[in-house]
T-cell receptor, first 112, second 107 residues
Framework: EAQVTQNPRYLITVTGKKLTVTCSQNMNHEYMSWYRQDPGLGLRQIYYSMNVEVTDKGDVPEGYKVSRKEKRNFPLILESPSPNQTSLYFC???????????FGPGTRLTVL | KNEVEQSPQNLTAQEGEFITINCSYSVGISALHWLQQHPGGGIVSLFMLSSGKKKHGRLIATINIQEKHSSLHITASHPRDSAVYICAVGGADGLTFGKGTHLIIQP
């Protein structure tokens, strides 16, 4: 089954404790992206990747890192999480950025 | 950066009513997307449009490239259509999203 998976689905952590949210797709898509969704603000792009080893900042990249060592995986890293990074995070993939994007199930992160 | 505006922000209707959600954007685009998000659920792509009109079941999406405007219509609405509907426009680096329309269909 074609899908985008994210782990963990729920995470409660404390300020400053490094964490990684994994994202994996099995559709051989070149484009992958991370978004955060906040009430009243909608979805905003954090980072995106056009292909392996190619990543770039989106609209809200501060406090986040990403890597794209393999085509299927695009982990989101929070080196020192802060409470303002409490949010619902979605990973998505697509053959190209303008085409239909396939979203992961979301990761609800709470930083205390 | 493209600005995407959706209206209305919230909409409550009775089962069976015809629903229209609007989306306007500021800069010319290559594609516009309509997404659906159920409460507590993930995000599903409903349509991708670059011109004209598309239909899938009771859902119809139209786009007017010259006016930079798109509409999503739901015919014979049903409580299971209750969800947040999000408009997004495609650019070279990905999607820019509207804030969404929260739709509630009452039985």
């Amino acid at each position: 089954e074609a899908q985008v998976t994210q782990n963990p689905r729920y995470l409660i952590t404390v300020t400053g404790k490094k964490l990684t949210v994994t994202c994996s797709q099995n559709m051989n898509h070149e484009y992958m992206s991370w978004y955060r969704q906040d009430p009243g603000l909608g979805l905003r792009q954090i980072y995106y990747s056009m292909n392996v080893e190619v990543t770039d900042k989106g609209d809200v990249p501060e406090g986040y890192k990403v890597s794209r060592k393999e085509k299927r995986n695009f982990p989101l890293i929070l080196e020192s999480p802060s409470p303002n990074q409490t949010s619902l995070y979605f990973c998505a993939s697509s053959p190209r950025p303008t085409l239909t994007q396939y979203f992961g199930p979301g990761t609800r992160l709470t930083v205390l | 950066k493209n600005e995407v505006e959706q209206s209305p922000q919230n909409l409550t209707a009775q089962e069976g009513e015809f629903i229209t959600i609007n989306c306007s954007y500021s800069v010319g685009i290559s594609a516009l997307h309509w997404l659906q998000q159920h409460p507590g659920g993930g995000i599903v792509s409903l349509f991708m449009l670059s011109s004209g009109k598309k239909k899938h079941g009771r859902l119809i999406a139209t786009i007017n490239i010259q006016e930079k405007h798109s509409s999503l219509h739901i015919t014979a609405s049903h409580p299971r259509d209750s969800a947040v509907y999000i408009c997004a426009v495609g650019g070279a680096d990905g999607l820019t999203f509207g804030k969404g329309t929260h739709l509630i269909i009452q039985p």
